[in-house]
């Protein structure tokens, strides 16, 4: 992982489909959708607070965003079982 990033989860559960989906459109624009409303990314502690931020001012009544930091001692003890997307590795992606 980069200086300063770490594996940051965001989940969510929104009520309203047009507030879902504009929920959805932000978190795809930031981070790797890894179940229907489970999104995964490295990034900084200030980058989380700012894309949490602009979400939790989408929600409603009753609507929650959860945001999860995964520390590097937490991600060499995580696991991913069946079909599930690989943890985003951390040196990126080359497109050949």
Do not use: C, H, N
Request: charged letters at 25%; a positive charge.
């Amino acid at each position: 992982m980069s200086r300063g990033e770490m594996l940051t989860v965001f989940t969510y559960d929104v009520s309203e489909a047009a507030r879902r989906r504009r929920v959805a459109k932000l978190l795809e624009a930031a981070a790797t959708r890894v179940q229907y409303s489970v999104f995964e990314v490295r990034m900084t502690r200030q980058k989380a607070a700012a894309v949490g931020q602009r979400i939790a001012a989408l929600l409603g009544p009753g609507d929650s965003l959860r945001v999860y930091a995964v520390g590097a001692d937490g991600l060499a003890r995580s696991r991913v079982y069946g079909d599930g997307a690989p943890f985003e590795p951390a040196e990126g992606y080359w497109l050949l």
